[in-house]
């Protein structure tokens, strides 16, 4: 009987061309990864709504009436918050306030032109003039109490 080990006497691991092939493919799967990676097209992050907006003014106050909901999903009344913030010296006048919640105490009205759940073309948000809000000031709707997403900056 013939020992195994002795039959071998090809000491040859791959092939020069087939580890050249191995390594073509290994660098274009690379380099594929990367490309993806630098698009950005294996991300899963959501995108936030944008709000379309035209501005009026009375002698009362400065009015927004949304025009268009940009982004694919429909926002939520109780996901939006309020911040006004003063273009004089920087700091806020309103931090966070629930926009179902803004009343003419904040200096801010929200009137929605329909009675469902979301946000939707025609609603109005409206600064006060008389509640010393001034020229530069800005309202910020954002998406939670910790303004972690904006839907719309709207500058008086």
Known sequence: ????????????????????????????VLAAVLYVMVLGL???????????????????????TVSAISGGAQILKTDVYVQVKYASNGTFAIQTVALATASTTHGMTYSAASSGNYISVGDTFALSKTAGYAQGDTMTLVQTAGATGQYCVLTY
């Open 42 to 64: 294996g991300t899963t992050g959501t995108i936030t709504p944008t709000i379309g907006t035209n501005k009026g003014s009375t002698s009362n106050a400065v009015t927004w």
């Open 1 to 28: 009987m013939k020992k195994i080990w002795a039959m071998r006497k090809n000491e040859d691991g791959v092939s020069p061309v087939i580890a050249t092939i191995l390594m073509v493919a290994i660098t274009v």
